[in-house]
Nanobody
Framework: QVLLAESGGGLVQSGGSLRLSCAVS????????MAWYRQAPGKQRELVAT???????VYTDSVKGRFTISRDNAKNTVDLQMNSLEPEDTAVYYC??????????????WGQGTQVTVYS
């Protein structure tokens, strides 16, 4: 079983910063890509940023230069540092990981989501 535990959401004023963290645990052999998605009310879930096992990162255009994704392969964690937050960043943020487990099955797993609210 693979479990994801997210933390770090909250309420912040426009221009402020938050750092989200996601810890992956369970019977894991390998973790491939790790990513953060978000879903705002009434909108589809969208990819915010992704990082490969080698550290290559990709961002959606709206967060480039403001958000930074990072991972610690020794601790099986992925973080999202969010700076210069805007009200448009308000959403539930989800961690997603591509994992091979101890049964040698490979699949994507989701965290439970953490609310980020940015007020002006």
């Amino acid at each position: 079983q693979v479990l994801l535990a997210e933390s770090g959401g909250g309420l912040v004023q426009s221009g402020g910063s938050l750092r989200l963290s996601c810890a992956v645990s369970g019977s894991i052999i390998s973790i491939y890509d790790m990513a953060w998605y978000r879903q705002a009310p009434g909108k589809q879930r969208e990819l915010v940023a992704t990082i490969s096992s080698g550290g290559s990162d990709v961002y959606t255009d709206s967060v480039k230069g403001r958000f930074t994704i990072s991972r610690d392969n020794a601790k099986n964690t992925v973080d999202l540092q969010m700076n210069s937050l805007e009200p448009e960043d308000t959403a539930v943020y989800y961690c997603n990981v591509d994992v091979r487990d101890s049964d040698y099955s490979r699949g994507h797993y989701w965290g439970q989501g953490t609310q980020v609210t940015v007020y002006s």
